[in-house]
């Protein structure tokens, strides 16, 4: 129902989110705007998001291998995981391999790296502070961490979990549109 209002305050449509979870998706959904990142309905590892987002330029210019299909352990459901160069990548609920492909290499074509937004959600995955540090300070893009398990890290927003949630939750502890105008930094 907010959607198309928060599309409206939007300056730009024009923007690459990379996560290393599905966080990414439920964005673009909340500002009704068509995705611009190959990151959607994937998990990549704490190591592994690190090194990609260290690199993006360089992991993007990899070709998108296939490894092996696996059980997924929150869901009644397989994933495919692949390669990218020396990182792994779980693609969520999806076993055909050649439309995974096709759909990465599509969106890979749209990132803009003039206005990317790096988004480390913690509902998943923990990691050491030290190396989510070492995240923030990655040359590059607006990052932010989706946090309610570390204390006193900086750019850290709320809970993961509210940015699945409805309306004016989410806007009530994250300024969704004003972060992605940059008028807001956490």
């Known amino acids: 129902m907010l959607a198309p209002l928060r599309n409206k305050l939007l300056k730009t449509e024009n923007f690459t989110i990379i996560s290393n979870t599905c966080i990414a998706i439920r964005i673009y959904q909340l500002v009704n ?4 990142t190959p ?3 994937t ?8 090194k990609l987002c260290s690199n993006l330029k360089e992991y993007m210019s990899k070709e998108l291998k296939f490894l092996r299909f696996e059980e997924w352990m929150y869901l009644d459901k397989y994933h495919t995981l692949c390669s990218l160069g020396d990182i792994e990548i779980k693609f969520i609920g999806r076993l055909d391999f050649d439309d995974i492909k096709a759909k990465w290499d599509e969106h890979v074509k749209r990132i803009n790296y003039d206005n990317l937004f790096m988004v480390w959600d913690l509902n998943h995955y923990t990691t050491s502070p030290e190396l989510l540090y070492k995240f923030l ?3 590059g893009g607006t990052k932010i961490i989706f946090n309610n398990k570390l204390q006193n890290i900086p750019h850290s927003a709320c809970d ?7 309306g004016p ?3 009530k502890n994250f300024l969704l549109t004003d972060w992605l105008n940059h008028d807001v930094e956490y």
Do not use: G, H, M, R
């Not at 998990?43 to 690190?50: E, G, Q, R, S, V």
């Open 33 to 36: 705007c068509s995705y611009k």
């Open 137 to 139: 300070n990655i040359n």
């Open 39 to 41: 990151t959607v309905a």
């Open 43 to 50: 998990i990549i590892l704490p190591n592994d998001y690190f």
């Open 169 to 171: 939750i989410l806007e």
């Open 160 to 166: 993961p979990n509210l940015i699945f949630a409805p």
